[in-house]
């Protein structure tokens, strides 16, 4: 039963390793589009739109006005 638990325990770290190495891999794609203006720009309003969208879909759902 111990060996479980300590199979468990380890599930945070390997869930935050997991986060944050998809978050540094799409940031390291996207870092040569940062230099043209335009696709600055697009991503910039992509990026406020999506989270935009997001709080207002959590709104929604949770009832919260």
Do not use: C, Y
């Not at 479980?4 to 380890?10: D, S």
């Not at 996207?30 to 910039?44: C, D, I, Q, R, V």
């Amino acid at each position: 039963m111990g060996e479980f638990f300590q199979t468990i325990a380890k599930w945070p770290v390997f869930l935050a390793g997991s986060i944050l190495s998809n978050v540094l891999s799409t940031f390291d794609w996207m870092k040569p589009l940062w230099a043209n203006p335009f696709s600055a720009t697009f991503l910039g309003a992509l990026g406020i739109g999506l989270f935009v969208g997001l709080v207002l879909t959590l709104r929604a759902m949770l009832g919260l006005h």
